[in-house]
């Protein structure tokens, strides 16, 4: 998937990030920053994950994914400030390129959150 520009600015600004999963025991929401999010050449989003421990256990039960995110820093459709709802499915790992990528940014890292984008909407 092409990945919006105005998805690349929102990612460079202030803002945070929420993760929603789907597993068991219904649904889990998590939070991280768009400073933390890396973007891939093929489409992928890659956010490390500290502990993030019930995301990955709602993943491996159900893979699909919904992440938000957005800052007041980049003009919107209506104004001042923009974001997106991203949709896709999720994977996480400990071990691989995905991964060393991002350890040598963010040493507390235990894992890499890796979100196949599907669609990415901009909903401000």
């Known amino acids: 998937m092409d990945i919006p520009e105005k998805l690349r600015e929102v990612l460079k600004k202030d803002g945070v990030v929420a993760i929603a999963t789907l597993g068991q025991d ?3 929401l998590v939070n991280t920053w768009n ?3 890396r973007l891939t050449s093929d489409g992928r989003m890659l956010i ?3 502990y993030m421990n019930r995301t990955e256990a709602n993943v491996e ?3 699909e994914i919904l992440v938000t995110l957005g800052s007041s ?3 919107g459709k209506n104004g001042p400030g923009t974001g997106f709802l ?3 499915t999720a994977a996480f790992s400990d071990s691989g390129p995905d991964f060393e990528a991002l350890k040598a ?3 507390w890292m235990r894992a890499v959150l890796a979100v196949t984008i599907r ?3 901009q909903t401000l």
């Open 73 to 75: 820093k980049v003009p």
């Open 86 to 88: 991203i949709e896709g």
């Open 61 to 63: 039960f159900n893979p």
């Open 35 to 37: 400073s933390y999010v």
């Open 48 to 50: 490390p994950a500290g």
């Open 26 to 28: 219904g649904p889990h």
């Open 119 to 121: 669609t990415a909407t």
């Open 105 to 107: 940014t963010f040493g």
